[in-house]
């Protein structure tokens, strides 16, 4: 039985990094990666292209846009690492649909609740077409 030094180098973790890099320079997940980046970037500045900056839900969409850009570049860089949190980015866009009610209770606008309900769907869509990829590519 060979014993190895390092946990790098053993023969299985090699193998799971080629496959997960392979994976990632797929045009599908490149897509994905791309798309996931530019709806944190939007999160993070709708309070400003919506108009409802200076309240708490502001706060709250520039605090998860950028967690969710930040992801999307995780997934970019070193998916090898980071192919299992598609859910986190399909968890800040569920909040970011419930965000508008659950922040600013019955003074959400509906440019509010739209711009937060279209880009909260994006981000679960996003997030869940990650996982399915990163589910599909251990098989």
Same mark, same amino acid.
């Given at each position: 039985?060979?014993?190895?030094?390092?946990?790098?180098?053993?023969?299985?973790?090699?193998?799971?990094?080629?496959?997960?890099?392979?994976?990632?320079?797929?045009?599908?997940?490149?897509?994905?990666?791309?798309?996931?980046?530019?709806?944190?970037?939007?999160?993070?500045?709708?309070?400003?292209?919506?108009?409802?900056?200076?309240?708490?839900?502001?706060? !709250? #969409?520039?605090? =998860? &846009?950028?967690?969710?850009?930040? *992801?999307? $570049?995780?997934?970019?860089?070193?998916?090898? +690492?980071?192919?299992?949190?598609?859910?986190?980015?399909?968890?800040?866009?569920?909040?970011?649909?419930?965000?508008?009610?659950?922040?600013?209770?019955?003074?959400?606008?509906?440019?509010?609740?739209? !711009? #937060?309900?279209? =880009? &909260?769907?994006?981000?679960?869509? *996003?997030? $869940?077409?990650?996982?399915?990829?990163?589910? +599909?590519?251990?098989?």
């Amino acid at each position: 039985m060979a014993t190895h030094t390092r946990l790098e180098e053993h023969p299985d973790i090699m193998a799971m990094r080629a496959h997960y890099a392979e994976v990632s320079a797929r045009p599908q997940l490149q897509a994905a990666e791309g798309l996931t980046l530019l709806t944190g970037l939007y999160l993070a500045i709708s309070p400003w292209v919506v108009g409802f900056n200076g309240n708490p839900l502001a706060i !709250s #969409n520039l605090v =998860t &846009g950028i967690a969710l850009a930040v *992801l999307a $570049l995780g997934f970019g860089s070193v998916y090898e +690492r980071t192919f299992g949190m598609g859910w986190v980015a399909a968890g800040i866009g569920a909040w970011t649909i419930v965000s508008p009610w659950a922040v600013q209770h019955a003074s959400a606008t509906t440019g509010t609740i739209v !711009s #937060n309900t279209i =880009t &909260g769907a994006v981000a679960v869509i *996003l997030g $869940l077409t990650t996982t399915a990829m990163a589910s +599909r590519s251990r098989t």
